[in-house]
Nanobody, 125 residues
């Protein structure tokens, strides 16, 4: 089973930046889309961004458009989420995952699996 490991989280002040990494145990980025999701305390997990495998199309939640950028490096089996102009409401545990259905909804957590352990992002002054 594919294993995904997130890293790069931390404590940052509002307006700051972080880059999250999602490393895969196998060479899967040639075959699977990668989604980033987050879950804040007391809230449901929500989709943040997704990058398709076929043409590299990217998708973003409205709350992060213009601030976050998803990318992937297939040779390194790693996907990234560059987060700029971070806000306190971005505080959450961030996860990456791959689709479990052929026809998946890009920002719907129910259509993804092989979840990593997550990485904590805290935005606070």
């Amino acid at each position: 089973q594919v294993q995904l490991v997130e890293s790069g989280g931390g404590l940052v002040q509002p307006g700051g930046s972080l880059r999250l990494s999602c490393s895969a145990s196998e060479r899967i980025l040639d075959y699977y889309a990668i989604g980033w999701f987050r879950q804040a305390p007391g809230k449901e997990r929500e989709g943040v961004s997704c990058i398709d495998v076929s043409d590299g199309s990217t998708f973003y939640a409205d709350s992060v458009k213009g601030r976050f950028t998803i990318s992937r490096d297939n040779a390194k089996n790693t996907a990234y989420l560059q987060m700029n102009n971070l806000k306190p409401e971005d505080t959450a545990v961030y996860y990456c995952a791959i689709p479990i259905y052929r026809d998946y909804r890009e920002l719907n957590p129910s259509d993804f699996g092989s979840w990593g352990q997550g990485t904590q992002v805290t935005v606070s002054s």
